[in-house]
């Protein structure tokens, strides 16, 4: 399958090993990989700050870049949510009716990586090897908006080696939420100790989530705990294999 992988301006801007472990990861699974450098932002930090009206260049943006894929997948359930469920909010309050035919073309076809690798391709099993113990944290908007479900919880419980343990309140959220953490610095902090008080009792070596947003957010508290806990995106366990551990 021809994939266009959409990046997010978060990841190629901090954290560029999650698209190339991402690429390596569908490449490994047979499929052809396709980067436009064209991509931009999402708009989501523009739409959920208000600014709806400047987010609609960026959806034209998309649209005009990923058109044509086959499918698109992004290792961020934050991002595919935003061109999923409010690009169509977007089209319609500009009144262009060809750029709402268009986004609704598209939208069915925008995929986060967990839910196109066992919902669409019906792949569980990766051929990953990670010997740690993992604990996972499901972010807000793959339970909210898009219903990812136990998606990557079926990816990392085909993985060898693993021992996968159960994150208490596993469905609170980070605290995170974008400019959330800004303009609530104080409610997010709290919301925050919450989660890696449950991080630290899995004593998990490695939190994973499918996006680094949250990873961020939750891994530099750890951090400044010196809690020892590392932070993964999913793509980078599900792109490692024995053979690889082994060189």
């Known amino acids: 399958m021809r994939v266009a992988l959409f990046i997010t301006c978060f990841n190629d801007t901090l954290f560029p090993h999650v698209g190339i472990a991402t690429t390596r990861l569908l490449e490994r699974l047979g499929h052809t990989v396709e980067f436009s450098e064209a991509q931009t932002c999402c708009g989501q930090m523009h739409f959920n700050t208000g600014y709806q009206r400047e987010t ?21 359930a934050s991002c595919v949510g935003m061109v999923r469920e409010y690009y169509p909010v977007v089209a319609r309050k500009s009144g262009d009716g060809r750029l709402c035919e268009a986004v609704e073309e598209l939208r069915p076809r925008v995929y986060e990586l967990s839910e196109f690798l066992v919902k669409r391709l019906g792949v569980r ?68 100790g919450d989660k890696m008080r449950h991080v630290l009792d899995t ?19 750890l951090h400044r705990l010196r809690a020892g806990v590392k932070t993964m995106h999913l793509a980078e366990i599900l792109v490692q294999t024995e053979s690889e551990a082994r060189s």
């Open 56 to 76: 609609l260049p960026l959806v034209r943006r998309f649209v005009q870049v990923f058109g044509d894929a086959e499918i698109v997948v992004a290792p961020s």
């Open 125 to 192: 099993d990766v051929g990953a090897y990670f010997p740690h113990r993992v604990t996972y944290h499901p972010t807000c908007h793959s339970l909210r908006i898009l219903h990812v479900g136990d998606a990557p919880l079926q990816l990392l419980r085909a993985v060898k080696g693993i021992n996968l343990v159960e994150l208490p309140d596993s469905h609170e959220c980070c605290g995170f939420g974008g400019t959330f953490a800004i303009k609530n610095a104080d409610t997010s902090m709290a919301m925050l």
């Open 203 to 221: 004593e998990a070596e490695v939190l994973c989530a499918g996006d680094t947003s949250c990873l961020m957010h939750i891994g530099g508290g």
